[in-house]
């Protein structure tokens, strides 16, 4: 495990004045370049040949790395030019996805904005809920077991990527015919099957705040507000019902994209407690707590309960729609403010007030 000890005695090294922001090119990388050269930042870009096309029409990258994978990045050649280039790295879901909590906390020997000792506590779905629960926010209920299950489910999958392979089934006979048909479609394998987690489907449309959490200011800060465009789920509606029993059409949830929401302001205040709540917990759980961009994951019904069945501690792609602007973004900055810009913010603060080493870990 990296600690904050061995992160300090980087930055000790690092000449400050130069500090760099990099990521991985991908999912929220855009965002947070735009944001950091909004900054005065220079910025570093590992991505694959075959993107790095973004990476050169945009004007937002000052160094390109190209890797032929992502876990190049626990090479220790790499991460030597990185400390090298002073890089503090922001952390997005092309981290979790593509390395593991493992990797993270213990091989990434560069400064990453945010707190790594909550990655464990994220990774885990049951710790992940106890989290959320503690925090006194409303989940799903979950099942223990297919045999248990008694009202309509969805089928998770660990470490699932965006949703890939979810299904839904309301009998402990439909789930495992269900399992059945996706092991043979080849969307699941049998250890998908064994591991899969069972949660009580809400049914309401989904709604992801995301927050900022100022170590430096002691606040949350609700920043954006989306929801996703997946497919096929979102596109089953366009069928008519008689040919979804014909071709016998599952549900998935794979990403391809985000809208923005604006949310009926009477629910405003539950959602600012939810994050607020979340990250006091956190506090208690790896202290400093969340450090940096956040987002909950959320089901609101029609009797406008918030069910929370999921917590990202980092940059979600969802901030995306905020590059720019969001509503929540401006009532509280004025113009030109988003995800990829406050983390700029923060880090250009905490190095004027010789505060680094409090935001990164
Ligand atoms: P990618 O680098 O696009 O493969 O994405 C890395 C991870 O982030 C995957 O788990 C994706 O499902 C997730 N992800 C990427 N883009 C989005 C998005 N627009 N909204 C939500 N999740 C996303
Ligand atoms: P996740 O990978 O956990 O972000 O979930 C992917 C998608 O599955 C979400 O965007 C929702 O559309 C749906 N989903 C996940 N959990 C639930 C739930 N408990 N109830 C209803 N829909 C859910």
Request: aromatic share 8%.
């Amino acid at each position: 495990m990296i600690d904050a000890q061995a992160v300090g005695k980087i930055i000790e090294k690092y000449d400050q004045s130069k500090l760099s922001i990099g990521t991985l090119g991908s999912h929220s990388s855009l965002n947070i370049f735009k944001g950091a050269k909004e900054e005065g930042f220079r910025t570093v870009c590992i991505c694959k040949e075959k993107d790095a096309i973004m990476y050169q029409k945009y004007p937002l990258v000052d160094e390109l790395i190209i890797v032929k994978d992502f876990t190049e990045l626990l090479s220790e050649q790499l991460q030597d030019r990185l400390r090298k280039l002073n890089v503090v790295l922001i952390p997005h879901g092309s981290f979790t996805a593509y390395l593991s909590t493992e990797q993270l906390t213990d091989s990434l020997k560069v400064p990453m904005l945010g707190n790594r000792q909550l990655l464990h506590w994220e990774a885990n779905r049951k710790s992940q809920e106890e989290w959320l629960r503690q925090a006194g926010l409303r989940l799903p209920a979950t099942f223990k077991s297919p045999d248990d299950i008694d009202c309509l489910v969805i089928a998770k999958l660990q470490g699932a990527k965006g949703g890939r392979g979810y299904f839904l089934a309301n009998t402990p006979k439909g789930f495992y015919k269900k399992a059945e048909e996706m092991m043979k479609r080849g969307l699941v394998t049998k250890q998908d099957i064994e591991t899969v987690h069972l949660q009580e489907y809400a049914l309401g449309v989904n709604v992801y705040p995301s927050y900022f959490s100022s170590i430096l200011n002691n606040d949350v800060e609700l920043l954006a507000m989306d929801r996703r465009y997946e497919s096929a789920v979102d596109s089953i509606g366009k069928i008519p019902a008689q040919q979804q029993l014909e071709i016998d059409v599952a549900p998935t949830y794979t990403v391809v994209g985000n809208f923005p929401i604006v949310l009926r302001e009477s629910l405003l205040p539950e959602i600012m407690r939810m994050g607020e709540n979340v990250h006091k917990k956190a506090e208690e759980l790896a202290p400093p707590g969340i450090i940096g961009p956040f987002c909950l994951e959320t089901v609101i019904t029609d009797d406008l309960k918030i069910y929370c069945f999921e917590i990202s501690a980092r940059i979600v792609a969802g901030t995306n729609v905020g590059i720019g602007t969001s509503p929540y973004a401006y009532l509280r900055y004025g113009e030109n403010m988003y995800m990829g810009r406050r983390i700029a913010m923060e880090l250009k603060e905490a190095v004027k007030q010789k505060r680094l080493h409090e935001v990164v870990a």
